[in-house]
Nanobody
Framework: QVQLVESGGGLVQAGGSLRLSCAAS????????MGWFRQAPGKEREFVATISRSGGNTYYADSVKGRFAISRDNAKITVYLQMNSLKPEDTADYYC????????????????WGQGTQVTVSS
């Protein structure tokens, strides 16, 4: 069982930056592929980024490529999402999740989910 807790969301102006964190409870954190998803009001949850167990491989949705960066610190059992050049269309609830296989771009590939953190980008 892995518990995930996101933090770092908030209100930011377009063009600004935010860094999301996701703290895990399990010492087996390094055994999991980690990912970030987001869900805007009235829309389906969508894939944002994923990172391999060691952190050596990453994969991004086209909509965030070049602006967002996923990273992890296995010693701190935490995964991060650095979000730069934010746009109003990035407004959503952001969720981190843990999966067993890389790359994991489908929500159904993930076994554990956090409760989410809200990001609002004003124009």
């Amino acid at each position: 069982q892995v518990q995930l807790v996101e933090s770092g969301g908030g209100l930011v102006q377009a063009g600004g930056s935010l860094r999301l964190s996701c703290a895990a409870s399990a010492r087996t954190f390094s055994a999991y592929v980690m990912g970030w998803f987001r869900q805007a009001p009235g829309k389906e949850r969508e894939f944002v980024a994923t990172i391999s167990r060691s952190g050596g491989n990453t994969y991004y949705a086209d909509s965030v490529k070049g602006r967002f960066a996923i990273s992890r610190d296995n010693a701190k059992i935490t995964v991060y999402l650095q979000m730069n050049s934010l746009k109003p269309e990035d407004t959503a609830d952001y969720y981190c999740a843990a999966a067993r296989y890389y790359p994991a771009v489908r929500s159904t590939s993930y076994d554990y989910w956090g409760q989410g953190t809200q990001v609002t980008v004003s124009s």
